[in-house]
């Protein structure tokens, strides 16, 4: 089954770039099968989508945060990140990295997330 | 773009209650791209229900989702102690606001 592990700074300064990487293992992630997506969670809040891409390099994102946002692959490692830019305090949150498997059309397996936190 | 409200946001129960939690989209979406998760604290999410009705792998017979067009239900036939969570409907790349189950 597949393990996805998020990996990055977990302090990131306001009006800087938020990066983060999503290793996968114990499939490829090159699979047709699946898309790749990020999730956040602010504390004690819900979740939103915020982006998912494929591994021929189609992204999707979530409106409210696409000028913001960049997701890319790199299916020789196994990976694929995320960069959140101009970041303010509202993006302090649980950054989850999942699988879209497209055949039942939901996010089947979740890392186990990362906080990041936006402080000067 | 389609928004997912749930009802009620918090469902105060006693463990061997059924539970029926409600989740409302702004306009007609597909049931194929329906799904339920249940998170709780500390934890990520986990994949309960998808295509609207059918449960994941590993997911227990009393968890069952119905419906289609604009409403969904999610429902728990008798709450078990770990079955005490906040649960997310999700209709393709978008989240409900989350309904929590707490124990009454």
């Known amino acids: 089954q597949l393990q996805l592990q998020e990996s990055g700074p977990g302090l990131v300064k306001p009006s800087e770039t938020l990066s983060l990487t999503c290793t996968v293992s114990?499939?490829?992630?090159?699979?047709?099968?699946?898309?790749w997506g990020w999730i956040r969670q602010p504390p004690g809040k819900g979740l939103e989508w915020i982006g998912s891409i494929y591994y021929s390099g189609s992204t999707y994102y979530n409106p409210s945060l696409k000028s913001r946002v960049t997701i890319s692959v790199d299916t020789s490692k196994n990976q694929f990140s995320l960069k959140l830019s101009s970041v303010t305090a509202a993006d302090t949150a649980v950054y989850y990295c999942?699988?879209?498997?497209?055949?039942?059309?939901?996010?089947?397996?979740w890392g186990q997330g990362t906080l990041v936190t936006v402080s000067s | 773009e389609i928004v997912l409200t749930q009802s009620p946001g918090t469902l105060s129960l006693s463990p061997g209650e059924r539970a029926t939690l409600s989740c409302r989209a702004s306009q007609s979406v597909s049931s194929s791209y329906l799904a339920w998760y249940q998170q709780k604290p500390g934890q990520a999410p986990r994949l309960l229900i998808y295509g609207a009705s059918s449960r994941a792998t590993g997911i227990p017979d009393r968890f069952s989702g119905s419906g289609s067009g604009t409403d969904f239900t999610l429902t728990i036939s008798r709450l078990e102690p770990e079955d005490f969570a906040v649960y997310y409907c999700q209709q393709y790349q978008g989240f409900g606001p989350g309904t929590k189950v707490d124990i009454k």
């Open positions: 999942a699988s879209y498997q497209l055949l039942y059309s939901g996010f089947d397996y």
């Open positions: 114990g499939g490829s992630i090159s699979s047709s099968s699946y898309y």
